[in-house]
T-cell receptor
Framework: KQEVTQIPAALSVPEGENLVLNCSFTDSAIYNLQWFRQDPGKGLTSLLLIQSSQREQTSGRLNASLDKSSGRSTLYIAASQPGDSATYLCAVLNAGGTSYGKLTFGQGTILTVHP | DVKVTQSSRYLVKRTGEKVFLECVQDMDHENMFWYRQDPGLGLRLIYFSYDVKMKEKGDIPEGYSVSREKKERFSLILESASTNQTSMYLC??????????????FGPGTRLTVL
């Protein structure tokens, strides 16, 4: 059964720092890996989607990488801002097993960027 | 833009009540999903549907049922609400679920409290 782990569980940084969030998964049979953002009490917003054949995706100050063979992804946030404060969730879209076609989520990293 | 709406943002119910949570999507998506989100447990799939009148159990279907009579609408039903069903409920939809480009679009969530 697919398991997704995110490290760290929480992170607090001063504004302007570059930071890295980590995600690992146990089964490499995936279609893609996504990073979502969730603000308190709200739904999820997709930030980046990396297809299984891709190595990275970039959007503005965000860069996500994928190493499918080792079961790892990182989300890099450059020049962090207080508006980046949120929970960041990693999820894989499973391509095999009993979870075929379903997303498996990590438990998230709570990011706080203070001025 | 894809829009997924949920009937209520906040809901308070009594133990034993029958509870209906409604979700509507406007992009003619085939697949719809219901998750619950709890601190420390992350997002867990309750039920999903890949077509009208079709449904499949997710990881935690006990105590829940679903209905999909129209393509755009997916309802989650708590037959007899219990306090352990107090949670954030998130609905999502996707066009397909077996391609590297597939992503799910999430509604804003319903915070359900069962007293």
């Amino acid at each position: 059964k697919q398991e997704v782990t995110q490290i760290p569980a929480a992170l607090s940084v001063p504004e302007g720092e570059n930071l890295v969030l980590n995600c690992s998964f146990t089964d490499s049979a995936i279609y893609n890996l996504q990073w979502f953002r969730q603000d308190p009490g709200k739904g999820l917003t997709s930030l980046l989607l990396i297809q299984s054949s891709q190595r990275e995706q970039t959007s503005g100050r965000l860069n996500a990488s994928l190493d499918k063979s080792s079961g790892r992804s990182t989300l890099y946030i450059a020049a962090s801002q207080p508006g980046d404060s949120a929970t960041y969730l990693c999820a894989v879209l499973n391509a095999g097993g009993t979870s075929y076609g379903k997303l498996t989520f990590g438990q998230g990293t709570i990011l706080t960027v203070h001025p | 833009d894809v829009k997924v709406t949920q009937s209520s943002r906040y809901l308070v119910k009594r133990t034993g009540e029958k509870v209906f949570l409604e979700c509507v999507q406007d992009m003619d998506h085939e697949n719809m999903f219901w998750y619950r989100q709890d601190p420390g447990l992350g997002l867990r799939l309750i039920y999903f549907s890949y077509d009208v009148k079709m449904k499949e159990k997710g990881d935690i279907p006990e105590g829940y049922s679903v209905s999909r009579e129209k393509k755009e609408r997916f309802s989650l039903i708590l037959e007899s609400a219990s306090t352990n069903q107090t949670s954030m409920y998130l609905c999502a939809s996707s066009r397909t679920s077996g391609r590297p480009t597939d992503t799910q679009y999430f509604g804003p969530g319903t915070r359900l409290t069962v007293l």
